[in-house]
């Protein structure tokens, strides 16, 4: 013999027009996905670039030469990567960020 079929029924919300804004409980907005940019070309890095990293580079004390706790986060993407290029990119972000 088979089981007896359940039926449940949902009582939701007719559905609206209005478009669907995430918040959190303090009603500031938040994305799911925030897309970042490579900081050597300033191109969007896509979810589908799985050769893109992300480098944090600490902070250090020039007097101590201890690191402070703090970083610059810089991203880079699949196709500085894949030309060889990123070595020298990281480089010369570093180096200007230090010059600043």
């Known amino acids: 013999p088979r089981p007896a079929a359940l039926c449940i029924h ?18 500031i907005n938040v994305d799911l ?3 970042r940019k490579c900081s ?3 191109r969007l890095i896509t979810a589908k670039d799985h050769a893109s990293v992300q ?3 600490g902070d250090v004390d020039p007097e101590t030469g ?3 706790g703090s970083y610059k986060t810089y991203a880079l ?4 990567r894949h030309k060889g290029e990123s070595d020298e990119a990281l ?4 180096e200007r960020a230090d010059s600043a």
């Open 77 to 80: 993407c699949g196709y500085i």
């Open 33 to 35: 996905y925030l897309p």
């Open 66 to 68: 201890l690191y402070t």
């Open 10 to 27: 949902h009582h939701l919300p007719a559905p609206s027009n209005k478009p669907t804004i995430m918040q959190n409980d303090e009603g």
């Open 55 to 57: 480098i944090n580079v």
């Open 91 to 94: 480089s010369t972000l570093v």
């Open 40 to 42: 050597w070309t300033n």
